[in-house]
């Protein structure tokens, strides 16, 4: 089946770091632009990134105010999988994290389109 495998969450305290790793299962990256989301309890999804790519060496990436500087989105297409490095997390960072599919960029806010979601990894920064 197509779909994403999230791994890489875990207890940090703030000011930690912590990767997340976003494996494609059924399905390979090809051009298609990845979007990492987060939902934390009692609150609606949000984009946190997303990465697409145009060409064999062109890529754009995108991110939410709150996590701009902090966060990096990358992708290695031989290794099939999409990663989000987090830096100097934050109590509010606090979330499930999912990544998901679509052609382009366009709505990554909210997760409008995307598909093929995966499990989640639970993130949790506490002090």
């Known amino acids: 089946q197509a779909q994403f495998v999230e791994s890489g969450g875990g207890l940090v305290q703030p000011g930690g770091s912590l990767r997340l790793s976003c494996a494609a299962s059924?399905?390979?990256?090809?051009?298609?632009?990845i979007g990492w989301f987060r939902q934390a309890p009692g609150k609606e999804r949000e984009g946190v990134s997303c990465?697409?790519?145009?060409?064999?060496?062109?890529?754009?990436?995108y991110y939410a105010d709150s996590v701009k500087g902090r966060f990096t989105i990358s992708r290695d297409n031989a290794k099939n999988t999409v990663y989000l490095q987090l830096d100097n997390l934050k109590v509010e960072d606090t979330a499930v994290y999912y990544c998901?599919?679509?052609?382009?960029?366009?709505?990554?806010?909210?997760?409008?389109?995307?598909?093929?979601w995966g499990q989640g990894t639970q993130v949790e920064v506490s002090s």
């Open positions: 998901a599919t679509r052609r382009d960029c366009t709505g990554y806010g909210t997760g409008r389109d995307f598909g093929s």
């Open positions: 990465i697409r790519q145009s060409g064999s060496y062109t890529y754009y990436t």
């Open positions: 059924g399905f390979t990256l090809d051009y298609r632009a």
